[in-house]
């Protein structure tokens, strides 16, 4: 079979008219349905390598939608693309955790050996190289994904011998394993990319059962479910951590026929992966959790919607999607039950971080652009096509089928009060034992620190850019909903990190992420960024730590998701819990009057956390 990457001809794929054909039979594969909107572009834009003029508007007269209409989903993610890409589109991830990892020597070794810069695509039409935001893997960074393949721990060596196996002609899969062809679904996932689990906790990473939670659900009522997740404690692991049985309780109260369940799979946050392991390691136990919960809310459909940058896990899911099939836990009449049916599938995304919000995510799942939508109604009351939508985190779901098999009582003596059970954290950057651990709630940052051997931390980022920046005097403070909450991600940063650089890089990913709809979160944040990129030019002066705080409660106030209402976070917590940092930088103001501090005295306490040497230093002899 001729590889669709690998046409071969050398042929510019802009000149080459479009297939209206080829374009047309994809439709026809998604039913001319506009919802799946999001599948049919990616189809079109894998099959020719972008989404010409031409294209959108055979798709319009296929879907029954305007050009416009059509161009505005496929000018939204990022993966898509409105001029032609290279066959072999090599996405290098450049995520604060990649860049102190080494990944600009990385990137000078693919540019150099394809000879393209960043941004750009070879003139034969075989490679474009590009930067992305976080792609999930910070415990092995630095990282790319090559087409859907990921490659990980790059060195410049690493990365010359990948840009000449792949101009050799090499497909990519083959630079992750020679016998790619032969692997099944899941022995590709591992040989890509590696677990990193360094504790494995009771409930999730230990052994687990296959499907006994499932198998106790189907003796109870729907309302026994509900109390029982309720009574665990149970709150939703992808950020926000509200109580999943009462988000259950609302969905299953609404009058409807239909209603739905949703994995969120979307994991975008900066220095986030634990999703990605449960995929690749307990892809059963979420399904399950899935299925358990269609029980207790009465849907018959779900839906799993995985980020784009996990393609790579797609065909290991769907396998375990087809195997429980085949079992008989997945699909009409679940364990012999007559009447209890629930079947999924899976929707990729396609590089948007703003679609791991509930409301994009459904919005994208509809075949629109990835805005979220006016709240109420929630998404529990009137989500997917106007229907009630439970939509859950990857983890979350797997909490629920070991719930359901343990009992509420075992989940609920585990953690803290107000925050049961375990929790996966992903923890990466400076220590020696980045991966995945599982552990109850209630953990300081001090004991975590010493578990991943990171007792050089300077700085600790508790919950990604969203999230809060905590210094050393604070590391005594817990890992519980009341105090550091977390979706998950905790990324440490010793005492050589540029804090400034870091805030400056989280605010450069939310102005890359932001949608667009309100401009107090589209221009506020590029502002923040200006105002950072001042500081660390040494051009700040007292008056600009006002206007940082002014600008960052305007845009948590007025902006209508929560990407606008946390993403001044990286700014907030450090002008808390850094404040030298800022004070350090910041030069007499221009009305002549002196800063309040003394700056010289200020410089020698903070330059070893900002590492900066002084502005003079850097205006002379550059960074
Ligand atoms: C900008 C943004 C990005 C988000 N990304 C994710 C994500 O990648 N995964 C996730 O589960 N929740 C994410 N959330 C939270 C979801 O909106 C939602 O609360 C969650 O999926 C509910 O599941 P849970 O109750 O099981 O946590 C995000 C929220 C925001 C505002
Ligand atoms: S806050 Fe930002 S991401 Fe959220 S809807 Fe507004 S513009 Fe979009």
Known sequence: MVDAHFPGNGVAVADQPEDTGATLEICGRYDNDKHRMMDILIAVQEQNRWISPAAMETIAKATGLTRIEVEGVATFYSFFSQEPRGAVTIRICDDIVDRFAGLAEAVRAFETELGISVGQTSADGRFSLEYTPCIGMCDQAPAAMINDVVVTRLTPQKARAIARALLDGERPEELISAQFDLLSPYERAIAAVDNNIRHAGDVLLGPVPQDDGLRKAGYLRPEQIIAAVEASGLRGCGGAGFTTGAKWRFAAAEKDTRRFVFCNADEGEPGTFKDRVLLTERP????????????????????????????????????????????????????????????????????????????????????????????????????????????????????????????????????????????????????????????????????????????????????????????????????????????????????????????????????????????????????????????????????????????????????????????????????????????????????????????????????????????????????
């Open 284 to 623: 059963d136990l979420m399904i399950e959790g899935m299925t358990i919960a269609a029980r207790a809310v009465g849907a018959r459909e779900g839906l799993i919607y995985l980020r784009g940058e996990y393609a790579y896990l797609r065909e290991h899911l769907q396998s375990v999607i087809d195997a429980r099939r085949a079992r008989g836990v997945l699909g009409p009449d679940i364990m012999a039950r007559q009447g209890f049916d629930f079947d999924i599938r899976i929707q990729m995304g396609a590089g948007a971080y703003i679609c791991g919000e509930e409301g994009a995510l459904i919005s994208s799942c509809e075949g629109l652009p990835g805005e979220p939508k006016t709240r109420p109604p929630f998404p529990v009351n009137r989500g997917y096509l106007g229907h009630p939508t439970v939509v859950n985190n990857v983890e979350t779901f797997c909490h629920v089928a070991r719930i359901l098999d343990r009992g509420a009582e075992w989940f609920h003596a585990m953690g803290t009060e107000g925050s049961h059970g375990t929790k996966l954290f992903s923890v990466s950057g400076d220590c020696l034992n980045p991966g995945i651990y599982e552990l109850q709630y209630g953990l300081s940052i001090r004991e975590l620190l010493s578990m991943v051997s990171g007792e050089d931390a300077a700085a600790v980022l508790v919950g990604g850019p969203s999230g809060t920046m905590i210094a050393r005097d604070s590391f005594h403070r817990k890992l519980t909903f009341d105090d550091l909450a977390t979706g998950g991600a905790v990324v440490v940063f010793n005492g050589s990190r540029n804090i400034l650089e870091i805030v400056e890089y989280y605010m450069s990913f939310f102005v890359h992420e932001s949608c667009g709809y309100c401009t107090p979160c589209r221009v506020g944040n590029v502002f923040l960024q200006k105002a950072i990129q001042k500081f660390r030019k040494g051009h700040a002066d007292a008056s600009d730590i006002e206007y940082l705080r002014t600008l960052s409660s305007t845009i948590i106030e007025t902006s209508r998701c929560g990407l606008g209402m946390t993403s001044p976070n990286p700014i907030l917590s450090t002008l808390e819990n850094f404040p030298l940092v800022y004070s350090a930088t910041t030069k007499t103001s221009e009305d002549g009057m002196k800063a309040t501090f003394d700056i010289q005295s200020a410089i020698d306490g903070a330059r070893s956390i900002a590492k900066r040497r002084s502005y003079i230093y850097d205006r002379d002899f550059g960074k």
